[in-house]
């Protein structure tokens, strides 16, 4: 069934609607801007009451809403070696099956996939694990750090733009290694080498980073490269590290023998920035 209901995805225009999204997210339209947010906000019951600037007249552009910060303290981190690093749900979460990840019931895709092609770096996460975090319209879209790291590299892989919905991983092979995608990879002095990926999707105007800026647009049609070696970009836990202009999902890949998930976390569970996410296993 979930295959059936995305069909109408292989034929649609997702390019040019997702560019024509970003135009109109970015507009500055006056009251026509309001409106939108403020018909956004009552589609989707987004709590304004958590965000620093809870005045909706007061955003330039559904851009601007659509980032918007948080008010202070309202994510306290947990005392835990990984935190959650968003507000969403959980799309699948466990261990690396040799070097396949599990998408959704019947799909599977590999690391060296994810990672845009680099067997190198995809051994690194060999019989280790991921999780897989969805960022619905409601949620806060900015992406934090769910430990200490060093940034390496970051990677841009062109690819396509499918929905990210849970419908869509249930209907759409290997859609995480499909879709857009930006690979950043860490050092932790604590955990080693770990990934996180932002993942694109239909609508989804740009996604960004806290030391690059906007990825894209423009979209490119090559594998792009940065490393930071000479540069070097050093986040704590809980600092922003990215964010989605509209929403998207977030896939993290940890070293083996590396993270002990949260007992209570379960695929489709929604989870909350700072949150246990998991710890060292002892």
């Known amino acids: 069934m979930s295959r059936i209901k995305v069909l109408p995805q292989y034929v649609m225009p997702k390019q040019a609607l997702t560019s024509f999204a970003g135009r109109v997210?970015?507009?500055?339209?006056?009251?026509?801007?309001?409106?939108?947010?403020?018909?956004?906000?009552?589609?989707?019951?987004?709590?304004?009451?958590?965000?620093?600037?809870?005045?909706?007249?007061?955003y330039a552009s559904f851009n601007e809403f659509f980032t918007r910060p948080l008010a202070d303290g309202?994510?306290?981190?947990?005392?835990?070696?990984?935190?959650?690093?968003?507000?969403?749900?959980?799309?699948?979460?466990?261990?690396?099956?040799?070097?396949?990840?599990?998408?959704?019931?019947?799909?599977?895709?590999?690391?060296?996939?994810?990672?845009?092609?680099?067997?190198?770096?995809?051994?690194?996460?060999?019989?280790?694990?991921?999780?897989?975090?969805?960022?619905?319209?409601?949620?806060?879209?900015?992406i934090h750090m769910p430990c200490d790291g060093r940034l390496t590299r970051m990677i841009y892989v062109p690819g396509a733009l499918f929905s990210v919905n849970p419908t869509t991983a249930r209907g759409v092979p290997g859609l995480f290694a499909r879709n857009e995608r930006v690979v950043c990879v860490f050092e932790s002095e604590q955990f080693g080498t770990f990934v996180m990926v932002l993942v694109g999707a239909t609508i989804v105007g740009s996604m960004a980073t806290s030391w690059h800026g906007v990825v894209n647009p423009p979209r490119m049609a090559r594998i792009c490269d940065w490393t930071y070696d000479t540069t070097p970009v050093v986040l704590k836990k809980g600092e922003e590290m990215g964010r989605f202009l509209l929403g998207s999902t977030v896939v993290m890949l940890f070293k083996e023998k590396t993270i002990g998930f949260n007992k209570d976390w379960a695929p489709e569970r929604s989870v909350r920035l700072g949150e246990l996410m998991g710890n060292r296993p002892v």
Not at 37 to 42: A, K, P, S
Not at 43 to 49: C, F
Not at 110 to 125: I, K, M, N, S
């Open 25 to 58: 997210a970015g507009a500055r339209g006056g009251a026509m801007t309001t409106r939108l947010i403020r018909w956004f906000v009552g589609k989707y019951g987004v709590n304004m009451a958590e965000a620093a600037n809870p005045d909706i007249a007061s």
């Open 74 to 142: 309202v994510r306290p981190l947990a005392q835990a070696d990984f935190v959650c690093p968003v507000d969403g749900a959980i799309s699948q979460f466990g261990a690396i099956d040799d070097h396949h990840i599990l998408q959704a019931k019947g799909h599977k895709f590999t690391t060296t996939e994810l990672v845009g092609g680099d067997a190198q770096l995809a051994a690194h996460f060999r019989h280790g694990s991921f999780a897989n975090l969805y960022l619905s319209p409601k949620d806060y879209h900015r």
